[in-house]
């Protein structure tokens, strides 16, 4: 333990902060890592190009062409971060060949990727894939078309099968999540029956009672989409209603709504109402750019929140973005650290002394502590964390990156 470390413990214990308390909560705190950022969102269909108004931008060399090439990357890149570690996967990451339909998906499809969650020991979260293919061009679950809706409707049931079955193989809770790209490029007349059939495809999927202990399902809304600017029907209001009616997760991505709009204070109201809430934690630059996850306001504020009202088992934490422009290991890591980061800033607040200033009405006080931790040697425990994790701190995460960039990635074609 370094000199730095216990200067800023006792730093920190001088504002009645426990930074040994701080750091084993922060252990059982899991941040779910998305498995798209390694290959652009490509996956193992050979399907063509992206679409449902994903974009992913830049041509850096070095992406995952397989399965094997993407599993080797997450295994490298989960060196990197330290905590409690999941993954998160894409339901066009199944290794088939391309050769089985995606409503004919089952849990042998996925066998590699558990055998890999359970190398890791991670658990496994889930997402039907509702775009980049065929009968996705113009709408899914709320397509006019009776026999495209049952395509993704067997697609989600069959995802919900597996997820439950990674749930029980991995004795830990998987979260399937469901986003459609599904909209309107100009004003449409009627915004009433894609929703619709939408509440009932959704009503369709879940029919089938899986026992919460092996999966939980969400469902994610968005606020409008590159050809889908005038409506998008799986908005908001849309899903906030669903999840609350049905007692679902809601899944609250940092990227979908106006950009003055803000996930942070939407939690505390909407698990008021919802046992449990995901999160796709991003950032939108002007728009759902999906960005590197930056330690900015926003993230600290996200993380605050989670903390501040113990919300860590009933908020689950994913990643959501993907970066092509720079080496895709570092915008992993970068992203996945600053969740890390955020959180063990916000278990070091001064929590008692931040409520007796803001209960008493001193606000001047809490201005000043929430002024003060900012320049708070914090650098010294978060590498402490990361020493303790076995995992490197600083740029020496960038050397480590390097390293493999030279010995792997830069053989790639
Ligand atoms: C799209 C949604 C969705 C996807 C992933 C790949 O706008 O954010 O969550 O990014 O499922
Ligand atoms: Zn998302």
């Given at each position: 333990?370094?000199?730095?470390?216990?200067?800023?413990?006792?730093?920190?214990?001088?504002?009645?902060?426990?930074?040994?308390?701080?750091?084993?909560?922060?252990?059982?705190?899991p941040v779910s890592l998305h498995c798209w950022?390694?290959?652009?969102?490509?996956?193992?269909?050979?399907?063509?190009?992206?679409?449902?108004?994903?974009?992913?931008?830049?041509?850096?060399?070095?992406?995952?062409?397989?399965a094997?090439?993407l599993r080797?990357?997450i295994a490298?890149?989960l060196?990197?971060?330290?905590?409690k570690k999941r993954l998160n996967l894409h339901a066009?990451y199944a290794e088939?060949?391309?050769?089985?339909?995606?409503?004919?998906l089952?849990t042998c499809h996925f066998s590699n990727w558990l055998d890999f969650a359970k190398e890791q020991n991670i658990g496994l979260d889930f997402n039907p894939?509702?775009?980049?293919?065929?009968?996705?061009?113009?709408?899914?679950?709320?397509?006019?078309?009776?026999?495209?809706?049952?395509?993704?409707?067997?697609?989600?049931?069959?995802c919900r099968r597996i997820a439950a079955d990674f749930g029980k193989e991995l004795n830990n809770t998987c979260v399937t999540n469901?986003?459609?790209?599904?909209?309107?490029?100009?004003?449409?007349?009627?915004?009433?029956?894609?929703?619709?059939?939408?509440?009932?495809?959704?009503?369709?999927?879940?029919?089938?009672?899986?026992?919460?202990k092996y999966n939980l399902?969400a469902?994610?809304?968005?606020?409008?989409?590159?050809?889908?600017?005038?409506?998008?029907?799986?908005?908001?209001?849309?899903?906030?209603?669903?999840?609350?009616?049905?007692?679902?997760?809601?899944?609250?991505?940092?990227?979908?709504?106006?950009?003055?709009?803000?996930?942070?204070?939407?939690?505390?109201?909407?698990?008021?109402?919802?046992?449990?809430?995901l999160?796709?934690?991003?950032?939108?630059?002007?728009?759902?750019?999906?960005?590197?996850?930056?330690?900015?306001?926003?993230?600290?504020?996200?993380?605050?929140?989670?903390?501040?009202?113990?919300?860590?088992?009933?908020?689950h934490i994913g990643l959501?973005?993907?970066?092509?422009?720079?080496?895709?290991?570092?915008?992993?890591?970068?992203?996945?650290?600053?969740?890390?980061?955020?959180?063990?800033?916000?278990?070091?607040?001064?929590?008692?002394?931040?409520?007796?200033?803001?209960?008493?009405?001193?606000?001047?006080?809490?201005?000043?502590?929430?002024?003060?931790?900012?320049?708070?040697?914090?650098?010294?425990?978060?590498?402490?964390?990361?020493?303790?994790?076995?995992?490197?701190?600083?740029?020496?995460?960038?050397?480590?990156?390097?390293?493999?960039?030279?010995?792997?990635?830069?053989?790639?074609?």
């Amino acid at each position: 333990m370094s000199e730095c470390f216990e200067r800023a413990k006792a730093l920190y214990a001088a504002m009645g902060v426990d930074v040994e308390a701080a750091m084993a909560r922060l252990d059982e705190i899991p941040v779910s890592l998305h498995c798209w950022q390694g290959d652009d969102v490509a996956g193992f269909e050979n399907s063509g190009s992206l679409d449902g108004g994903l974009a992913v931008t830049g041509n850096y060399p070095g992406r995952a062409r397989n399965a094997e090439e993407l599993r080797a990357d997450i295994a490298e890149v989960l060196k990197l971060i330290p905590g409690k570690k999941r993954l998160n996967l894409h339901a066009i990451y199944a290794e088939t060949n391309g050769k089985v339909a995606r409503n004919e998906l089952e849990t042998c499809h996925f066998s590699n990727w558990l055998d890999f969650a359970k190398e890791q020991n991670i658990g496994l979260d889930f997402n039907p894939t509702c775009f980049a293919h065929p009968l996705a061009t113009n709408g899914t679950l709320t397509s006019a078309d009776a026999g495209v809706r049952k395509f993704w409707i067997e697609h989600a049931i069959a995802c919900r099968r597996i997820a439950a079955d990674f749930g029980k193989e991995l004795n830990n809770t998987c979260v399937t999540n469901i986003w459609i790209p599904d909209g309107a490029k100009d004003t449409p007349y009627d915004r009433l029956a894609p929703r619709q059939r939408l509440m009932d495809s959704l009503d369709a999927i879940f029919a089938e009672k899986i026992d919460p202990k092996y999966n939980l399902d969400a469902v994610e809304c968005k606020l409008f989409g590159i050809g889908a600017e005038s409506c998008t029907y799986g908005s908001h209001e849309f899903y906030m209603g669903y999840a609350v009616s049905r007692c679902k997760l809601l899944c609250l991505d940092a990227g979908h709504f106006h950009p003055t709009e803000v996930i942070s204070d939407k939690i505390s109201s909407a698990l008021l109402y919802l046992d449990d809430i995901l999160l796709h934690v991003s950032r939108g630059v002007r728009w759902d750019s999906d960005h590197v996850v930056c330690w900015d306001n926003e993230l600290q504020a996200i993380a605050s929140e989670i903390i501040r009202h113990n919300y860590e088992k009933r908020v689950h934490i994913g990643l959501d973005y993907f970066d092509a422009s720079i080496n895709r290991l570092a915008a992993w890591s970068i992203g996945a650290r600053n969740m890390y980061k955020a959180l063990l800033f916000a278990l070091l607040e001064p929590a008692k002394l931040l409520a007796d200033a803001e209960n008493s009405g001193d606000l001047a006080s809490r201005l000043m502590l929430l002024e003060e931790v900012k320049s708070m040697p914090f650098g010294a425990i978060w590498k402490e964390y990361c020493d303790r994790n076995g995992v490197p701190s600083g740029m020496a995460v960038m050397d480590a990156i390097k390293k493999y960039e030279n010995a792997v990635l830069s053989k790639r074609g």
